[in-house]
């Protein structure tokens, strides 16, 4: 039974003040040491002693407790798709023969007598001196890239000097081929990477994409890219398999010079066999390096249905080239892309809904935009009809046509440029076509979300609907 009735109550107001009590709590913006909440407390009439608080806190189911990193942000709808995308896609590469490797950059290393995180057993009393302050200043870095590769269960880790940067991290990969996984893999043709969204291999990341194309035309490579989704960075299995080995392997150890560093990194083992390479990249890789729309444009990149902005090859050629050099005029035309329709531009994987249902939909708006054209046209006669309908110039999209084009393009999937070559006008007419028919779409409750897949030119679109691209698939 407690002595003081109200001490309980009041010990839990100060250290849980969100919750309990009150948010003005004087403790609220301080350590909640045990003799700071005794001091509290006598301040507030309840004399208590440090180790009776300490008691009180176990009894309430309290304890010392760090900061614990498991708040990951906001859940992508499309997150667990895509984890099990990526999962069948190693699949297949692994399947295959062909290498599938995990990639990242750590976080940037001091090089000289700086404190190291950690402990490790020394003789009592001769802990290693460091230095009093972690001031960079002059102070060497080392950028530590890694790769890897899965299925064996090797690590390769290159020591850049210079800049985290988009070159540095395919020339990493690139040395990481040459020397190993060319040997390992003597038949691959393709390699698949996996890699968080953001940093130098991020997905928004123009130079990477160019970087690994011009990868894939030095070793004929098809290369293909599944970054995780956002706020699931710490799931890449580098994180884990490699990088947390090297972490445990130099803790409390400082880094004084690149050799140690390498050597420390080489000597990185694990119970399940893991086997680590490390070499020193002195090359230099400056920042600030633009990658035009032209560029991105001429790219040999095929996005893939399922989230094309995630999901990606980089061929060692551009697809309509690698269709027609070396063959025949026959063969050539027989890997052209299929001829662009109406009918192929109401594919499901265009529209975002099946082909009934944009059926249905296309019928239940035909009539209000017969009205909508008429009070267009009235208005820029000033009178009414003078002759029955069908008399007169014959309009440049049908209704049909009108809602098509606009769902594209509420889809993103193109430019208006683009979306006129398609249908045979103007942009000029596309922008009025999407600006009458928007509204009644809204009106009828159709929202559109943006699709992830972007076309640049027709064969772009053709590629992307052709039938017989079976190694890229939809999982949902």
Known sequence: MDLDPGLRSALLALVEPDERGDPMSPLRWTTKSTRKLAAELTRQGHRVSADTVAGLLREEGFSLQGNAKTIEGAQHPDRDAQFRYLNEQARDHRDAGDPVISVDSKKKELIGDYKSAGREWRPVGQPVRVKTHDFPGQAEKAIPYGIYDMAANTGWVSIGTDHDTVAFAVASIRRWWQAVGRYDYPHARRLLITADGGGSNGYRTRGWKTQLADLAAETGLEITVCHLPPGTSKWNKIE????????????????????????????????????VHAELDSGEYPTGIRVSDDEIAALPITRHRFHGDW???????????????????????????????????????????????????????????????????????????????????????????????????????????????????????????????????????????????????????ARFLDPDKTKIKPTC
């Open 311 to 461: 999901n990606y090859t980089l061929h060692p050629q551009h697809p309509m080239d690698a269709a027609t050099t070396g063959s025949t005029p026959d063969e050539a035309l027989a890997h052209r892309p299929a001829r662009l329709t109406r009918r192929s531009l109401q594919d499901p994987e265009l529209t975002g809904m099946t082909r009934r249902q944009l059926s249905e939909l296309i019928e239940s708006l035909t009539s209000a935009m017969e009205v909508q054209r008429e009070q267009v046209l009235r208005t820029r006669r000033g009178h009414e009809r003078l002759v029955a309908p069908g008399a007169g110039a014959k309009a440049k999209l049908t209704s049909a046509d009108r809602v098509l084009v606009t769902m594209l393009h509420l889809r993103k999937l193109a430019t208006m440029d683009l979306l006129g070559q398609l249908f045979n006008t103007t942009a000029m007419t596309i922008s009025r076509a999407v600006k009458d028919v928007r509204p009644l779409l809204e009106a009828h409750g159709v929202h559109l979300p943006a699709s992830t897949a972007r076309f640049r030119t027709r064969e772009d679109v």
């Open 240 to 275: 884990h398999r490699l990088f947390s080995h090297i972490t445990m392997n130099w803790r409390g150890r400082p880094l004084t010079s690149h050799e140690v560093m390498l050597q420390t990194i080489a000597a990185t083992t694990s119970r399940t066999g893991l086997t």
